[in-house]
């Protein structure tokens, strides 16, 4: 239950800072940081890759390479999917994407746990965690030197900009115009390694849970184990700034290790002291993440391209829905933010009957 509602709470914030009512009047907490740092939004989409990394471990059913290679082909074609809708406007569809990384990710770590082994007896403890400890290392080491040490065609040194990393570099040369923006990409086929790194992570911490020791002790261990790797990645910043966009080597540790002790104190608060009463919508909302992923997407793009009549001009739905419903009640800020909120108790609505239902879209 502690990982369905560290999941669930997980997209409940992707929800709210994906879908404000006016992108002008945001909280600074509810944005991106503009490049180099990290605000609370930064923390979601490598929260999620810690989750999945964790379920892989957690999973009763260890898939074998068929499966695997089956779900993450389902992640990576539903992501282009969802960046098709409503143009298919393939000459400039965004190739990477949220869902397509975590397919990849979801892959690799996959694949690396059946390497590892996944059995909980105390002996393979430290096999396990000398072979995805090891793999994490070198995939954030490696990425670290690449983007530091790798000499451009003249000679010279890339940098750590938008478009002069040598990430953005490889985008363009292999995607083209298939990217976010006209020359760099948030999830370019470079960053995904140390991605893969969260990921890792998070399958170490799922093995941790799985060992045979009391409920209080797993949760400190996380929260202790958590707190160690964000100190080393806050270190690792003065060097090597903390950057999602670029998902930088010291960004990857500090948010895997908060997603750490965040689960870690999930699991003392839900598993071993029983706290549950607060933790119903969460599981609601955690045990259908990848519909609630769907259908938000759906939802937003839905509204900006149903167009209605204003004045001489067009405006979406949404705008019309914002200026009506919410402008004339609240500050420009509160308004903004209630509108996200009301999107996200439309979707905690659809998913409270689906999970009355038992109907759970999985990949």
């Known amino acids: 239950m502690a990982l369905d509602v560290f999941r669930g709470a997980t997209m409940a914030a992707m929800v709210i800072v994906n879908n404000p009512g006016d992108w002008g009047n945001v909280y600074a907490p509810l944005l991106h940081a503009e490049w180099h740092g990290c605000t609370p939004t930064d923390l979601i989409f490598p929260f999620f890759l810690f989750i999945v990394g964790v379920s892989i471990t957690l999973s009763r059913k260890h898939g074998r390479f068929p499966a695997i290679l089956t779900r993450a082909l389902k992640l990576v074609g539903l992501g282009l999917l969802l960046a098709a809708i409503p143009y298919f406007n393939f ?8 869902l397509q990384r975590i397919g990849i990710c979801y892959f690799v770590a996959a694949m690396a746990w059946q390497w590892a082994g996944h059995s909980t007896a105390p002996g393979r403890l430290r096999m396990v965690v000398a072979r995805i400890g090891g793999l994490a290392a070198v995939l954030l080491v490696g990425y670290w030197l690449i983007l530091l040490l790798v000499p451009g065609a003249t000679g010279e040194r890339y940098d750590l900009t938008p478009e002069g990393n040598v990430g953005a570099v490889l985008d363009r040369a292999v995607m083209g115009g298939h990217l976010w923006k006209p020359r760099w990409d948030p999830e370019g086929l470079l960053s995904t390694l140390p991605a893969i790194g969260t990921t890792l992570v998070g399958v170490l911490a799922g093995y941790w849970i799985g060992q045979r020791r009391s409920v209080a002790s797993r949760a400190g261990g996380l929260v202790l184990g958590g707190v160690v790797l964000a100190a080393l990645g806050l270190l690792w910043s003065l060097v090597f700034p903390l950057n999602k966009p670029i998902w930088t080597s010291s960004y990857a540790i500090y948010t895997a290790g ?30 259908n993440a990848i519909a609630l992923f769907v259908l938000s997407a759906l939802v937003a793009k839905t509204l900006a391209y149903i167009k209605l009549p204003h004045g001489d001009a067009l405006v979406s739905l949404k705008a019309v829905i914002y200026q009506n419903a919410f402008v004339p009640f609240a ?33």
């Open 91 to 98: 000459e400039r569809l965004r190739y990477p994407g949220v």
């Open 258 to 287: 908060l997603g750490a002790a965040a689960l870690g104190a999930s699991l003392w608060l839900i598993d071993a002291r029983g706290w549950r009463w607060w933790t119903f919508p969460f599981v609601v909302l955690g045990t």
């Open 331 to 363: 500050s420009p800020r509160n308004a903004s933010l209630l509108f996200a909120v009301a999107n996200l108790v439309v979707l905690y609505f659809v998913l409270w009957l689906m999970y009355r239902r038992r109907i759970f879209l999985k990949v």
